[in-house]
């Protein structure tokens, strides 16, 4: 009872009921359907037809219904809602940077409730999740399945994780894309506290593999503020280094080289036709998911 | 050259409170919180990039703190600029200023339409009109006694009104008082400039150069300020030139006899070198106007002339005049005033005490004809003498009523009854003049346990015991005896009644001789004992005693020619003349003041019941009640030495007499009175008795005729310490004070600093914030 009290609350039904009345369409791209959040890299496979449409200029041939063109002598286009049993890898950071909270949850905590959502909208949508958490290493590897059970196995997993070492995003992406080796949806939920070239690197290797690429870009909001007033003593939650300072020095180049490095990020995504979505952790992660989806179905 | 001063230099202690913005950022540093962190990169970088920039910001903004803070506390110690050129430009901080005006009556010295005073009070105005509202001011009026005018803060018009209303006094100037007066004004102040100006003639009689004590006081006074106060000096002293001025007049040592001549000496003296003519007395008598004498004076000799006016009045009481010389450049001292009490006579009681058929034996004879050489004689009526011998024997004395009589003579008086020595005893306390002479009959035993007691309750009369008889009487010829003489070797010319003598020119009282007489030793450190004559062994002659408000006066010889040749001497009468007018006459020195002296006498009770009234020579009509005199205050012995007096009396006392002329005492009538003197009664001195009118004469003193200024060197060498600068009111007297007293305020501009530097520490910090 307990556990499964746990997992209501995991999983917020609140928020899910909001999220259930949308229709997670991915984009359509050149070669496949995107359902939910991802587009197929399939063609034709488990097709239901939908409707018929007029034909216009720059629509294949080959969707063209004859048999309505014989009767009615009209080109009409079929349209279908198709279905695949789409690949999902949700890859976790549980660096030591990601346990940093300020106020509520800490990043960490955040990624994982963003996760499990995430892999109950999949499992929903009938396709296969996956589960990777890493820091500088790749701490558990979960393979995608579809089965209802594994839900239990994914939120178990992101229940129990603590925050681990340095980050390495880069090496443990580059390894990722040369492991999986069927196209699918990689999801990258991280602060990606890391040399930024080198992540866009890794990113793209993805693409390379012909993935999909979703990336949270989690920020805890006194990072994204530096609100710190008095004299304070940062020490860092991975290489524990320490600085004295009065924060208020410091804010305005801090501020500079986070939006730098953000920035940095969000064209090298762009360029490389990645989903880049900065979420900041005071803002409630259904509400996020929702936005973000809402942004997607455009 | 300028100089900083504070107001308050014990607050630049607080300059310590400087380091509080070391002490908060060390302390700041030392008290931080410790945050775990994750974006670690872009804080060090960030820490790198901004770290010196920073460093050097917060050393500015610890050192704009630690400036306004400095600031701050110096500008709450009041700084100010002191001379220099900036304290002009900058403007004046508030003054507190004293302004010493000198009215003294040299100041009425005249220079063409103008008096020297009238250029004082023009120069005092334009200094007043150099203040500001805020400043403070105060006027003192330099006369003998400084008077502070002003009340509270007036403004600089008020002390201008002030100024213009100021009158000329007959007082003299005492710069030293009103000096110390404007300093101890200024010391209560607590504006940062002080500023004392003295507007004077700088009349160096005025400057008391001699009272080192004095001036070293005003030193120290100066040197204990807070703040140097800058004193200028404003010389308004005229062009010196001569000065004509009646420096003294001299009544008679005798009493003025109704009808009888009375004749005043007066003296004129002249600042000129070669002076041009004689002075010409006039008297006027009871009005001005009534001229009774006029003469003209004796050539100058030394720069004095002497002139004698003869006059007399028709009724007893009090009488006034005025004598006057020919008015100059300075007429205050041109006019002098003196009051008599005139009198229908003085009855003088002889007792013979060897009662011979001849007078001569006992010497009392003697005595009647020098107190009363014109009678029996023809055609000597008017002269002054108004002494009234009467001679009685011992016996006789009782049927006499004491207290008509002035003055009681006792020759040789043997040994009296308690209730004879108590009633002479009761007599001299109660202010009569009683004159002893020795004898055959006088037992000095007798005469030392009874009548020279000390003891109370009732004194003797004695001025001190007497010894046994020392000497031989010589028969026929002094020769044949082959005794010893002793003659007058030692006289206290200083005594009133010895003054006379100096000289010889009174008569020498050398050439009597003293066969036999009463060795004694007085008491001389009881000062109401004082020895007036010595013989040549240093034994007394002549003894005084005070007692209560009257005098007794020994002879240690006698009267008769068996003891001494003295009664056959021609010195013998002026001798006895003088101390008897010493005797009665002294009361009326209380009615002849200087300006400046407090004018008090003794009322009887029942005048003492309603307020007098004081009529002064402007005309000003003041009340004043009688009041009992504090002990030791030295009321009663004015002119009378009555100090020591057995019961204290009521007494009337007036002290605004800084003008010259006659000041009118007008008492409720006394029941019975007459309003004239009452002739015989003991203690004629005591006018309070006689009527309800009295006269008060005050005159300047004529050491402030003397115009001649104390140069300016004198004047710096007496103001040592502060800042004295000296000013001729000739030569642009403001444009040279302001030259002089540039001087400013500062604080202001260290508040405007701190404003500054708050800007400067809100900009820095903004900026450090920003990073």
Same mark, same amino acid.
């Given at each position: ?13 609140q928020?899910l ?15 496949g359907?995107?359902?939910g ?8 496979f ?9 034909y216009?200029q720059g ?23 198709e279905e695949?049993?789409?690949r ?9 940077s990601?346990?940093?909270r300020?106020d ?26 996956g589960?990777?958490?890493?820091d ?8 995608p ?8 196995i ?5 229940e129990?994780l ?14 990722l894309?040369e ?13 990606l506290f890391d ?5 866009l ?10 993935h999909?690429v ?6 805890d909001?006194s990072?994204?503020?530096f ?7 940062f020490?860092g ?5 320490r ?5 208020a020095t ?8 986070l939006?730098a490095?953000?920035?940095k990020l969000?064209?090298?995504c762009?360029?490389n ?11 409630n992660?259904?509400?996020?998911l929702?936005?973000?989806?809402g942004?997607?179905?455009? | ?16 409170a ?7 950022h060390?302390?700041?540093?030392r ?9 670690m ?13 920073l460093k050097?910001?917060?050393l500015?903004?610890l050192l ?11 500008g709450v110690?009041?700084p ?6 900036l304290?002009g430009?900058?403007g ?7 302004i010493i005006l000198d009215?003294?009556?040299?100041m ?6 103008e ?8 120069a %005092?105005?334009?200094v007043?009109?150099?203040?500001r509202?805020?400043d403070?001011? /105060? ?5 003998e006694?400084?008077?502070?005018v002003?009340?509270g803060?007036?403004s600089?018009e008020r ?5 213009e209303?100021s009158?000329?006094s007959?007082?003299?100037?005492d710069i030293l008082a009103?000096?110390?007066?404007g300093?101890?004004v ?5 504006? /940062? ?6 507007v004077?003639d700088c ?14 006081s005003v ?5 204990? %300020? ?12 005229a062009?010196?030139g ?10 008679p ?11 005043v000496e %007066?003296?004129?003296?002249t600042?000129a070198?070669?002076? %041009?003519?004689r ?5 006027c008598l ?5 001229e009774?004498a006029?003469?003209?004076?004796s ?12 006059f007399?009045?028709g009724?007893p009481g009090f009488?006034?005049?005025k004598?006057?010389?020919q008015?100059?450049r300075l ?14 006579s003085?009855?003088?009681l002889?007792?013979d005490?060897? *009662? ?5 034996e006992?010497g009392?004879?003697y ?9 029996g004689l023809e055609?000597v ?9 009467k ?7 009782w049927?006499?009523e004491?207290a ?12 009296l009854?308690?209730r ?14 009683l004159?002893?002479?020795? *004898? ?11 009548y020279?007691?000390?003891a109370?309750?009732?004194?003797g009369?004695?001025p001190?015991?007497?010894g046994?008889?020392?000497?031989t ?7 044949e005896?082959?005794?010893?003489t ?20 009174g008569?020498d ?5 003293f066969?036999?007489?009463?060795p ?8 109401d ?8 062994d ?6 005084e005693?005070?007692l *209560? ?6 002879? /240690? ?7 001494s040749n ?14 008897a ?5 002294g009361?009326?020195?209380?009615y002849?003041l ?7 006498v003794?009322?009887?009770a029942?005048?003492a019941?309603?307020p007098?009234e ?12 009688a009041?009992?005199?504090p ?15 057995l019961?204290?009396e ?25 309003? /004239? ?6 203690g004629? *001195? ?5 009527g309800?009118?009295r006269?008060?004469?005050l ?6 005729s003397?115009v001649t200024?104390?140069?300016?060197d004198?004047i710096?060498r ?7 600068k000296?000013?001729?009111?000739e ?5 040279r004070?302001e ?7 500062i ?5 405007v ?14 900026k450090?914030?920003k990073?």
């Amino acid at each position: 009872m307990g556990e499964e009290k746990d997992k209501k609350s995991f999983l917020d039904p609140q928020i899910l009921m909001t999220l259930s009345g949308m229709e997670l369409k991915a984009r359509m791209v050149v070669e496949g359907v995107v359902s939910g959040l991802h587009k197929s890299p399939y063609q034709g496979f488990s097709v239901e037809f939908a409707e018929h449409r007029e034909y216009t200029q720059g629509d294949e041939i080959k969707h063209i219904d004859w048999q309505v063109y014989a009767k009615s002598d009209r080109l009409y286009v079929k349209r279908y809602e198709e279905e695949t049993n789409l690949r999902c890898y949700i890859l976790l950071d549980s660096s030591g940077s990601m346990g940093y909270r300020s106020d509520g949850m800490s990043k960490l905590e955040y990624g994982a409730h963003l996760a499990a959502a995430l892999t109950y909208l999949m499992l929903r949508q009938q396709d296969s999740v996956g589960l990777v958490t890493f820091d500088e290493a790749i701490r558990r590897y979960i393979p995608p399945r579809n089965s209802p059970r594994h839900l239990k196995i994914i939120v178990e997993e992101l229940e129990g994780l603590k925050p681990g070492n340095k980050t390495m995003v880069s090496n443990i992406f580059h390894d990722l894309a040369e492991r999986v080796h069927r196209r699918g949806l990689v999801i990258v939920i991280s602060d990606l506290f890391d040399d930024p070239d080198e992540i866009l690197v890794s990113l793209q290797h993805f693409r390379h593999k012909k993935h999909e690429v979703i990336v949270f870009h989690l920020l805890d909001p006194s990072e994204l503020l530096f609100p710190f007033e008095r004299m304070t003593l940062f020490r860092g939650l991975e290489d524990g280094r320490r600085v004295l300072t009065e924060p208020a020095t410091l804010r305005k180049r801090y501020l500079q080289q986070l939006y730098a490095f953000v920035d940095k990020l969000k064209k090298g995504c762009r360029d490389n036709r990645i989903d880049y979505f900065q979420i900041s952790t005071d803002e409630n992660f259904g509400r996020a998911l929702t936005r973000y989806l809402g942004t997607r179905r455009k | 050259m300028f100089g900083l001063s504070f107001f308050n230099p014990a607050l630049l202690w607080g300059l310590g409170a400087a380091a509080i913005p070391i002490l908060i950022h060390l302390y700041n540093r030392r008290r931080f919180r410790t945050v775990a962190w994750a974006a670690m990169e872009f804080l060090v970088s960030s820490s790198k990039l901004t770290a010196r920039r920073l460093k050097l910001l917060q050393l500015l903004l610890l050192l704009t703190r630690m400036g306004i803070v400095s600031l701050l506390v110096v500008g709450v110690a009041r700084p100010f600029l002191t001379g220099g050129f900036l304290g002009g430009p900058l403007g004046k901080s508030k003054t507190s200023a004293v302004i010493i005006l000198d009215n003294s009556y040299s100041m009425g010295l005249r220079e063409g339409n103008e008096t020297v005073f009238d250029a004082a009070k023009k120069a %005092a105005g334009e200094v007043v009109s150099s203040f500001r509202h805020g400043d403070s001011l /105060t006027l003192i009026l330099m006369g003998e006694r400084p008077r502070v005018v002003t009340e509270g803060n007036p403004s600089p018009e008020r002390v201008k009104k002030l100024i213009e209303t100021s009158e000329l006094s007959d007082e003299k100037t005492d710069i030293l008082a009103s000096l110390r007066k404007g300093l101890e004004v200024l010391d209560g102040e607590k504006n /940062t400039q002080k500023e004392l100006f003295l507007v004077t003639d700088c009349q160096q009689n005025g400057w008391s150069v001699a009272n080192i004590a004095g001036w070293d006081s005003v030193d120290k006074l100066m040197q204990d %300020a807070e703040v140097k106060h800058r004193i200028y000096v404003l010389d308004v002293s005229a062009r010196p030139g001569e000065n004509a001025m009646l420096s003294s007049v001299r009544l008679p040592a005798y009493p003025c006899g109704v009808g009888k001549r009375y004749i005043v000496e %007066a003296t004129a003296a002249t600042t000129a070198e070669k002076p %041009a003519g004689r002075p010409v007395f006039t008297l006027c008598l009871d009005k001005e106007g009534n001229e009774v004498a006029r003469t003209e004076g004796s050539e100058f000799k030394d720069g004095t002339s002497t002139g004698r006016l003869i006059f007399s009045v028709g009724s007893p009481g009090f009488h006034w005049g005025k004598i006057s010389i020919q008015p100059d450049r300075l007429e205050a001292d041109n006019t002098r005033y003196f009051v008599v009490k005139a009198k229908d006579s003085v009855p003088v009681l002889c007792v013979d005490g060897v *009662g011979s058929l001849d007078e001569f034996e006992s010497g009392i004879a003697y005595m009647v004809y020098a107190l009363a050489p014109e009678k029996g004689l023809e055609g000597v009526d008017d002269i002054a003498n108004v002494l009234e011998p009467k001679v009685v024997n011992v016996e006789q004395l009782w049927e006499e009523e004491l207290a008509r009589y002035e003055v009681i003579v006792l020759s040789s008086v043997g040994v009296l009854s308690v209730r004879m020595h108590d009633a002479l005893t009761d007599f001299v306390t109660q202010g009569g003049a009683l004159m002893i002479f020795l *004898g055959d009959k006088v037992d000095p035993l007798e005469y030392s346990e009874r009548y020279a007691s000390s003891a109370p309750p009732k004194a003797g009369f004695l001025p001190c015991a007497l010894g046994s008889a020392k000497g031989t009487v010589p028969g026929a010829d002094e020769k044949e005896a082959g005794g010893e003489t002793v003659r007058i070797s030692e006289v206290d010319f200083g005594h009133p009644a010895m003054a006379a003598f100096r000289d010889g020119a009174g008569g020498d009282v050398t050439t009597a001789k003293f066969y036999r007489y009463f060795p004694t030793s007085p008491d001389t450190m009881n000062p109401d004992i004082q020895v007036l004559a010595r013989f040549s062994d240093g034994s007394p002659y002549i003894v005084e005693r005070k007692l *209560g408000r009257g005098k007794t006066i020994l002879f /240690t010889s006698s009267c008769d020619v068996k003891w001494s040749n003295m009664s056959l001497k021609p010195v013998f009468l002026p001798l006895v003349h003088r101390l008897a007018y010493y005797l009665v006459s002294g009361a009326d020195e209380r009615y002849n003041l200087t300006v400046g002296e407090r004018m008090a006498v003794p009322l009887d009770a029942e005048e003492a019941s309603s307020p007098a009234e004081i009529v002064t020579p402007p005309g000003g009509v003041f009340k004043v009640m009688a009041s009992m005199p504090p002990l030791g205050s030295g009321v009663r012995d004015q002119g009378s030495g009555e100090e020591g007096g057995l019961q204290a009396e009521p007494f009337v006392s007036f002290e605004e007499t800084s003008v010259s002329g006659i000041y009118t005492l007008n008492t409720a009538a006394v029941p019975g009175g007459g309003g /004239t003197s009452a002739p015989g009664q003991p203690g004629l *001195g005591e006018p309070a008795r006689s009527g309800r009118v009295r006269y008060f004469a005050l005159n300047v003193d004529t050491a402030e005729s003397d115009v001649t200024a104390l140069a300016q060197d004198g004047i710096r060498r007496l103001i040592r310490s502060g800042e004295m600068k000296y000013v001729q009111t000739e030569t642009g007297t403001m444009e040279r004070i302001e030259e002089m007293r540039h001087g400013k305020e500062i604080w202001r501009y260290f508040l405007v600093g701190v404003l500054c530097f708050l800007v400067v520490e809100s900009l820095l910090a903004r900026k450090i914030d920003k990073g």
